[in-house]
């Protein structure tokens, strides 16, 4: 019973915080909110703690070309990127519109084929890794491009979870799926309507029982099967977009998204589903390997997601219990979280 009551009585205090937090940061003159970041990220890199120490190995598996000093600038500067991220998710729902357009741009002819394919009306899906700013990315998309339609891992408590949907479905018009049981039957659906929504899926780490095995920069990793599956199962197009940050001629931090070469099959009959699913899978891991080797700085993976560095009993143990408890593990897209 004691349990429980320290709990929800931990989360009553943790609301408030986060909203007063939330709320300082978007007061704050830009400038000085990204300088502040700046400092926190910076001792959080000299503390060097487990977060910091994952990031450095999967930069160096990535780049194995990178040691020593080299090595150490880019886990410096990932950390600043990643902590980018939160203080820009932060600063969301008090940027501009007019903010938001100057702060985005994108590269890559797969942008007018994307576009081509909305404006025929027709959805089109999208995999996404953990770099840059995915939700900077949605509010630009929702501006230019149309419906967003995606999932979120539902955060804890519950209220700091809805005050993060509130604004991004009444602001932005976005349709956010909590990653549940079920979620991949509701992506389903809404793709069945034939509607043109931008699907965009953070899929680049999945240990559960359903994720597929690919190649990353030369180790083997798995990634979630939802984009892929959902390619597969429809017969739409499959375009990787990877983020990175940029600064501006005015100083001020941008992002640039680079549309990677799509991906489009026939739905495969039962015998071939796997074998393709798992053919799309590499695809996306290749478009995101070269992109994270480019601008390693801008994969915010501080976690395990290479299978040399987990436990090889516990994962299996894991991935035995996935397997048993939900047959679609993680497939939504949205990547499992634990520690293996």
């Known amino acids: ?164 949907l509130d604004f991004r ?12 049981h079920g979620t991949l039957d509701r992506l389903r659906d809404q793709l069945a309507t034939g509607e043109p929504v931008v699907m965009p899926l953070l899929a680049d780490r999945d240990l559960s029982a359903s994720g597929i095995e690919v190649d990353l920069r030369g180790h083997r990793a798995r990634m979630a099967a939802g984009p892929a599956l959902l390619a597969a199962e429809t017969g739409l197009p499959l375009f990787p977009v990877t983020f990175r940050h940029e600064r501006g001629a005015d100083g001020r931090w941008g992002m640039v998204m680079t549309f990677h070469e799509e991906i489009q099959v026939d739905p495969p009959g039962a015998a071939e589903r796997a074998r393709v699913i798992t053919e799309i899978t590499q695809h996306c891991a290749d478009a995101l390997g070269e992109a994270i080797a480019a601008h390693p700085q801008d994969w915010h993976m501080m976690q395990k997601v290479f299978l040399a560095d987990l436990d090889p009993a516990r994962d299996a143990a894991r991935r035995a219990g996935d397997g048993a408890a939900d047959p679609h593990g993680q497939a939504t897209g949205t990547p499992g979280t634990s520690a293996a």
């Open 1 to 164: 019973m004691t349990a429980p009551l320290l709990a929800r009585a931990r989360d009553r205090a943790t609301v408030p915080a986060f909203r007063l937090g939330w709320l300082l940061l978007r007061l704050l003159p830009e400038r000085l909110a990204y300088r502040l970041f700046e400092v926190v990220a910076d001792v959080v890199t000299r503390r060097d703690g487990t977060g910091v120490q994952r990031l450095r190995r999967n930069y160096a598996r990535v780049r194995p070309d990178l040691d020593g000093a080299a090595l150490e600038d880019v886990v410096a500067k990932g950390v600043r990127a990643t902590l980018r991220y939160y203080l820009e998710a932060f600063r969301l729902p008090a940027t501009s519109g007019a903010r938001v357009d100057a702060a985005v741009t994108h590269e890559g002819a797969p942008f007018d084929r994307l576009e081509a394919e909305l404006r025929a009306g027709r959805p089109v899906l999208v995999f996404l890794g953990h770099t840059g700013n995915w939700d900077l990315a949605g509010a630009w998309c929702a501006r230019h491009l149309g419906h967003v339609v995606t999932v979120a891992e539902r955060l804890q408590p519950e209220e700091m979870f809805q005050a993060f």
């Open 169 to 180: 479905e009444g602001e932005l018009g976005m349709t956010i799926h909590p990653a549940e």
